[in-house]
């Protein structure tokens, strides 16, 4: 999954117009925030609009509940799809010359997992998620991996951003004071 976050390049701060400047370290921040987002969402049984993820077949259902585990749709049926999930690349975007935000890419592990019986291999967790984001000719899809572009994550993404600026404002503001005295 790849998102892109644009930010502008001047804020608002009360009644100052300042310049945002935004770190790599600090684009980690907001995605290590939006990968813990997805991933409660997920454990939630939710798709990235808010609805519900699709019932599992009764032949799945059985299945879990043979091998121990709840029949509720979350996608974990050992934890370690989302388990692997990571940020995978973070960088900044310089858009003709001018900062335009960042980019970042988070997704679960290509290694190849053990069964869960320990006999031979699984398919990689990225592939096992590609699948149940986007579905099959046997199963319907259950988009999880990726944030919508309205609503209370959209809107925390923006409230970490705000705050950070206003920690980058008050550092600044504070060198500028001890330099006049």
């Given at each position: 999954m790849?998102?892109?976050i644009d930010v502008p390049d001047m804020y608002f701060m009360g009644d100052h117009k300042i310049p945002f400047k935004f770190t790599l370290k600090q684009s980690k921040e907001v995605a290590n925030f939006v990968l813990s987002a997805i991933r409660l969402r997920t454990q939630k049984g939710k798709q990235i609009n808010g609805r519900l993820f699709a019932r599992y077949s009764q032949g799945y259902k059985k299945y879990k509940q043979k091998?121990?585990?709840n029949s509720k749709v979350?996608?974990?049926f050992t934890g370690a799809m989302?388990?692997?999930m990571a940020i995978r690349r973070a960088q900044l975007v310089n858009e003709g010359g001018r900062f335009g935000g960042f980019k970042v890419e988070?997704?679960?592990s290509a290694a190849q997992m053990p069964?869960?019986?320990g006999k031979g291999t699984r398919p990689p967790n990225n592939y096992i998620a590609y699948l149940l984001h986007y579905g099959t000719a046997d199963m319907p899809p259950r988009p999880f991996l990726g944030i919508p572009k309205s609503g209370k994550v959209s809107k925390d993404v923006a409230i970490?951003?705000?705050e950070m600026l206003k920690v980058q404002w008050e550092k600044a503001?504070?060198?500028r004071k001890v330099i006049k005295n």
């Amino acid at each position: 999954m790849k998102v892109k976050i644009d930010v502008p390049d001047m804020y608002f701060m009360g009644d100052h117009k300042i310049p945002f400047k935004f770190t790599l370290k600090q684009s980690k921040e907001v995605a290590n925030f939006v990968l813990s987002a997805i991933r409660l969402r997920t454990q939630k049984g939710k798709q990235i609009n808010g609805r519900l993820f699709a019932r599992y077949s009764q032949g799945y259902k059985k299945y879990k509940q043979k091998h121990g585990r709840n029949s509720k749709v979350d996608l974990t049926f050992t934890g370690a799809m989302l388990g692997s999930m990571a940020i995978r690349r973070a960088q900044l975007v310089n858009e003709g010359g001018r900062f335009g935000g960042f980019k970042v890419e988070i997704g679960p592990s290509a290694a190849q997992m053990p069964t869960y019986k320990g006999k031979g291999t699984r398919p990689p967790n990225n592939y096992i998620a590609y699948l149940l984001h986007y579905g099959t000719a046997d199963m319907p899809p259950r988009p999880f991996l990726g944030i919508p572009k309205s609503g209370k994550v959209s809107k925390d993404v923006a409230i970490i951003m705000r705050e950070m600026l206003k920690v980058q404002w008050e550092k600044a503001n504070k060198k500028r004071k001890v330099i006049k005295n």
